[in-house]
């Protein structure tokens, strides 16, 4: 049975609902994803190779969850659940990084991109997913224009590098997977290496 999404207006507001179908078609009917980096404590970030049945980008390596809300989602709810489903993670602190937004010829969506960190070993979903890894900067660097990630993910790391160089050169204010702790504290702890690359 095709999912049903919320369909937003351009400032998030829900004006209507549709199909997945039509959603993955039709780049005037906007409607919310969501994205969730993982981290490992060396500062690697997790990716996963997208199940060859994927109707989007099968094959491709992309950020370490994503996707759709269900209708009347929150977007952290959904970072939540897509997150256990996925890769089996629960009871995984969050921390919201940015809001962005993704329009191309194939769909429109309003995304929020959620940060957390962990060792714990994954399980991921194989009808979803291909693989998992863990990634270095440097590595991910190396595979850029390559047609190995997906669009969206090269879109997403260089959002993310650009958030992280913004944050570290201002105030030590910022959000964090704690109370009291800082993205730059968080940053630092990771090694801080994605605002330094490319």
């Given amino acids: 049975m095709d999912e049903i999404f919320d369909i937003v207006s351009e400032d998030d507001i829900v ?24 981290f490992n404590r060396a500062g690697d970030l997790l990716l996963q190779q997208r199940s060859l049945n994927k109707d989007i980008q099968p094959g491709k390596w992309d950020t370490s ?5 269900d209708i ?18 629960t009871a995984l602190p969050l ?12 769909e429109s969506e309003n995304v929020a991109t959620y940060l ?15 693989a998992v890894r863990f ?11 390559r047609e190995i990630f997906t669009p969206n993910f090269e879109e997403e790391w260089h959002m993310l590098k650009e958030f992280s160089r913004k944050k570290l050169a201002g105030a030590v204010e910022g959000p964090g997977l704690c109370s009291g702790e800082s993205f ?5 702890k990771l090694g801080g290496e994605i605002s330094t690359v490319g």
């Fill in 184 to 188: 730059p504290d968080l940053w630092q």
């Fill in 15 to 38: 004006i209507g609902k549709a199909s997945r179908r039509r959603c993955h078609g039709d780049p005037s009917l906007i409607h919310r994803a969501v994205h969730v980096l993982i």
């Fill in 65 to 69: 969850v994503g996707g759709h809300l």
């Fill in 116 to 130: 957390t960190v962990t060792d714990q070993k994954i399980i991921y979903n194989p009808v979803e997913i291909s």
């Fill in 135 to 145: 990634w270095s900067s440097a590595e991910i660097e190396a595979a850029l224009e």
């Fill in 95 to 106: 921390t919201f990084l940015y809001h962005s937004k993704i329009r191309n010829r194939i």
């Fill in 72 to 89: 009347g989602e929150s977007y952290l709810g959904a970072a939540h659940r897509e997150m256990a489903e996925e890769l089996g993670l």
